[in-house]
């Protein structure tokens, strides 16, 4: 019988839904050739509009969970998948997942190496959860048992080493990428389509402070722009209600969520990002990819990382709806500004954001860690 020489991936996760976290995943999926990997997704609970983005050649798998008591019946259904499938690398997204995998490896006579992806600011994290102290602690005693922690973002690896400082675990900036080839080439300037379109995109929650664009778009002279929303979430009704007390109903659109938002993106003049804080900003960087700068508030702790101020966008020093305005308006209103800083923003999308680039990462990881097997733990 042949036997497959390919290196064996498992990403573990606990959800397929709308989210940074989720769509990093199936991009990974996508971007590691299958003639040198043989992989696996293992879902808590195999659901979610991305469920659809999972390769064909990828094997996936539902642990089933129903209820937060399934855990420990959850660590021994991985145990089991661990045993069939025997990875060499778990890639681990989210802290709920990187618990589960690690305390399946330790049922299990196949040692598997563990990265870790954080997605989400440690400082930010398990707010409004039961038992949060409880899970911060146990999250900390994770992060000193995996082999490998890698992040979108310097600033989550800087939380992260704080509490790491008797250890020898790697951690690597890794950041998010977007899947270049699936983005339309940017309309040039003068193909633009009629019409001033402002774009804000992600999920509807309350820290990502999509009013603040509303209220903003309420301060500019009246007609000069529209406000496009991309995505949905509890916020949905809320934000309809404020547009509407604002006087803006026809001025703003809300177009739910798109599995591929670049055909609308591609028609705005800028994109907005008025997040209280953000671990990286997947929004970004598609905005980016389209040729749309971003006008961000400069918050940890990827509008910091990513935009730079009057390159590739616009860093907004007051969180206030004023001086949200104030930027926007600056880029209705010079059409060279925003096409110069248009096209840096699609060439560092190209070269610094690409799936290729985010692979190329992960395959230097891989290599590290089979360099230097017992690197963490030394």
Same mark, same amino acid.
């Given at each position: 019988m042949k036997t497959d020489a390919r290196t064996r991936v498992l990403v573990v996760i606990p959800t397929l839904e709308i989210g940074g976290a989720e769509r990093q995943m199936t991009l990974l !999926?996508? $971007?590691? @050739?299958? @003639? +040198?990997? +043989?992989? $696996? *997704? =293992?879902?808590?609970?195999l659901r979610g509009e991305l469920v659809n983005e999972i390769p064909p050649h990828v094997r996936h798998y539902d642990l089933g969970k129903r209820s937060r008591w399934d855990f420990p019946f959850l660590v021994l259904r991985l145990r089991t998948i661990l045993d069939e499938f025997r990875p060499e690398f778990i890639i681990a997204s989210l802290e709920y997942a990187q618990m589960l995998a690690w305390l399946s490896t330790q049922l299990t006579g196949h040692r598997a190496k563990i990265i870790a992806r954080k997605e989400i600011m440690p400082s930010e994290s398990r707010w409004g959860e039961s038992f949060s102290k409880i899970k911060r602690v146990l999250d900390r005693l994770v992060n000193r048992? =995996? #082999? !490998?922690? =890698? /992040?979108? &973002? &310097? $600033?989550i690896l800087d939380e992260v080493s704080q509490h790491l400082t008797s250890t020898k675990i790697p951690l690597v900036? *890794?950041? @998010? /990428? =977007? #899947?270049?080839?699936?983005v339309p080439t940017p309309l040039k300037p003068s193909a633009a389509v009629s019409g001033k379109k402002i774009f804000v995109m992600g999920r509807f929650v309350e820290w990502k402070g999509f009013d603040m664009s509303l209220q903003a778009l309420s301060r500019l002279p009246r007609g000069l722009a529209e406000l496009h929303l991309i995505g949905d979430g509890p916020e949905r009704r809320r934000l309809q209600d404020l547009a509407r007390d604002l006087g803006l109903a026809n001025l703003v659109r809300f177009h739910g969520y798109q599995p591929d938002p670049f055909p609308l993106l591609r028609e705005g003049w800028f994109g907005v990002l008025p997040s209280r804080f953000e671990p990286f900003g997947n929004v970004i960087v598609e905005m980016f990819a389209v040729g749309l700068p971003v006008v961000a508030f400069d918050v940890n702790y990827g509008p910091k990382e990513i935009i730079r101020d009057g390159q590739n966008g616009i860093l907004v020093k007051n969180r206030n709806? *004023? #001086? %949200? /305005?104030?930027? !926007?308006?600056?880029? %209705?209103s010079d059409d060279e500004l925003r096409n110069r800083l248009g096209a840096q923003a699609r060439n560092e999308a190209v070269q610094r954001y690409s799936l290729k680039a985010a692979i190329r990462s992960y395959e230097e990881c891989f290599a590290l860690l089979r360099a230097v097997p017992q690197l963490a733990h030394a």
């Amino acid at each position: 019988m042949k036997t497959d020489a390919r290196t064996r991936v498992l990403v573990v996760i606990p959800t397929l839904e709308i989210g940074g976290a989720e769509r990093q995943m199936t991009l990974l !999926m996508k $971007g590691l @050739n299958q @003639n +040198s990997y +043989s992989l $696996g *997704i =293992v879902c808590c609970q195999l659901r979610g509009e991305l469920v659809n983005e999972i390769p064909p050649h990828v094997r996936h798998y539902d642990l089933g969970k129903r209820s937060r008591w399934d855990f420990p019946f959850l660590v021994l259904r991985l145990r089991t998948i661990l045993d069939e499938f025997r990875p060499e690398f778990i890639i681990a997204s989210l802290e709920y997942a990187q618990m589960l995998a690690w305390l399946s490896t330790q049922l299990t006579g196949h040692r598997a190496k563990i990265i870790a992806r954080k997605e989400i600011m440690p400082s930010e994290s398990r707010w409004g959860e039961s038992f949060s102290k409880i899970k911060r602690v146990l999250d900390r005693l994770v992060n000193r048992k =995996v #082999d !490998m922690i =890698v /992040a979108p &973002s &310097s $600033g989550i690896l800087d939380e992260v080493s704080q509490h790491l400082t008797s250890t020898k675990i790697p951690l690597v900036r *890794i950041p @998010n /990428a =977007v #899947d270049i080839e699936r983005v339309p080439t940017p309309l040039k300037p003068s193909a633009a389509v009629s019409g001033k379109k402002i774009f804000v995109m992600g999920r509807f929650v309350e820290w990502k402070g999509f009013d603040m664009s509303l209220q903003a778009l309420s301060r500019l002279p009246r007609g000069l722009a529209e406000l496009h929303l991309i995505g949905d979430g509890p916020e949905r009704r809320r934000l309809q209600d404020l547009a509407r007390d604002l006087g803006l109903a026809n001025l703003v659109r809300f177009h739910g969520y798109q599995p591929d938002p670049f055909p609308l993106l591609r028609e705005g003049w800028f994109g907005v990002l008025p997040s209280r804080f953000e671990p990286f900003g997947n929004v970004i960087v598609e905005m980016f990819a389209v040729g749309l700068p971003v006008v961000a508030f400069d918050v940890n702790y990827g509008p910091k990382e990513i935009i730079r101020d009057g390159q590739n966008g616009i860093l907004v020093k007051n969180r206030n709806p *004023i #001086d %949200l /305005a104030q930027a !926007m308006l600056r880029l %209705l209103s010079d059409d060279e500004l925003r096409n110069r800083l248009g096209a840096q923003a699609r060439n560092e999308a190209v070269q610094r954001y690409s799936l290729k680039a985010a692979i190329r990462s992960y395959e230097e990881c891989f290599a590290l860690l089979r360099a230097v097997p017992q690197l963490a733990h030394a």
